[in-house]
């Protein structure tokens, strides 16, 4: 299971369970949110059901995530949905400086 550094995710609690259930934890390296996969997702799902909204309560807030999330499986290998998580993949390794290869971007003079 692929985990970032949430010191919650290496508990006692959670590494007992993981050994008892043959799990093996692989964590994420610390401030390389670029290299998890899960999120590309996230910019998307906060654009479309976050951004720019006022949801009266958590229960429409929720019900917008639902929406968004089966819309999203139904259209997952639509270009448009493809071409979005290129691009947040692409801001998330650019905001940290880092391209794939792990060798920092080049800074400028």
Not at 14 to 20: E, G
Not at 61 to 79: D, F, K, S
Not at 102 to 109: E, G, I, K, S, T
């Amino acid at each position: 299971m692929i985990l970032d550094n949430l010191s919650a995710h290496k508990s006692a609690q959670i590494r007992r369970w993981a050994a008892k259930h043959r799990v093996e934890l692989c964590f994420t390296p610390t401030y390389a949110s670029w290299a998890n996969p899960i999120e590309a997702h996230f910019g998307p799902l906060r654009q479309f059901t976050i951004a720019g909204s006022h949801h009266p309560n958590h229960t429409v807030q929720t019900r917008a995530l639902h929406a968004y999330l089966r819309w999203r499986n139904t259209n997952a290998r639509h270009p448009d949905v493809v071409a979005a998580q290129r691009r947040e993949r692409a801001r998330v390794r650019s905001e940290k400086g880092i391209r794939w290869g792990r060798r920092p971007l080049a800074a400028a003079p």
